[in-house]
């Protein structure tokens, strides 16, 4: 539910942003967007929303790798109680087939912790790059956001008048 309703609120920014008319030259034409304030909050408005995306992908992969840690966990008590078993009975009572299965165990149990060392290697790996995607893409608002600042503090209290004004032309054409 919440990521299509994101999706659909995706599309509507992407689709503000490419409002852009291209002239024959395949060039911007910036006469068909003269409010560039709208556009960096588009910007700031479609990175605050790839942020969410990737909040709730992650939370998705966090979860996936949870319930896999626990099927290992469960297969791990498993494969141990039935060793337990097979340790119970005395030496001269085990079969051939005992101490295969025991051998076959004892590998699977190697296995299952190996698979657990590489999830938890992942979930490290994972969160070492999402902090560095975060890192990014805060830059890329942060730059967006002075960008927008220094517009403003160019123009003055005028700028901010200004844009004030054409929010509230905007108001009153819809």
């Known amino acids: ?11 509507e920014v992407e689709q503000k942003l490419r409002h852009w008319d291209t002239d024959s030259d395949n060039t911007l034409d910036m006469s068909a967007h003269s409010d560039i304030d709208d556009d960096d909050e588009g910007l700031v408005e479609w990175f605050e929303l790839v942020n ?6 992650r ?14 966990e469960d297969r791990h008590e498993e494969v141990e109680f039935q060793l337990r078993r097979l340790m119970e009975k005395p030496e001269g009572v085990q079969t051939a087939d005992d101490r295969k299965l025991e051998e076959a165990l004892l590998a699977e149990l190697v ?5 657990r060392n590489q999830i938890v290697e992942t979930i ?24 927008k600042a ?6 003055g209290k005028k700028g901010k008048k200004k844009k004030k004004e054409k929010k509230d032309k905007k108001k009153h054409k819809h």
């Open 1 to 11: 539910m919440q990521q299509t309703e994101l999706e659909r609120k995706g599309a």
């Open 111 to 115: 296995d299952i912790v190996t698979s």
């Open 59 to 72: 939370r998705e992969n966090e979860l996936v790798y949870m319930q896999r840690q626990q099927e290992l």
């Open 150 to 155: 220094e517009v403003e503090e160019d123009t």
């Open 124 to 147: 490290d790996a994972d969160r070492i790059r999402e902090e560095e995607e975060d890192r990014s893409i805060s830059e890329m608002m942060l730059k967006q956001g002075m960008r």
């Open 52 to 57: 969410t995306k990737n909040r709730l992908l």
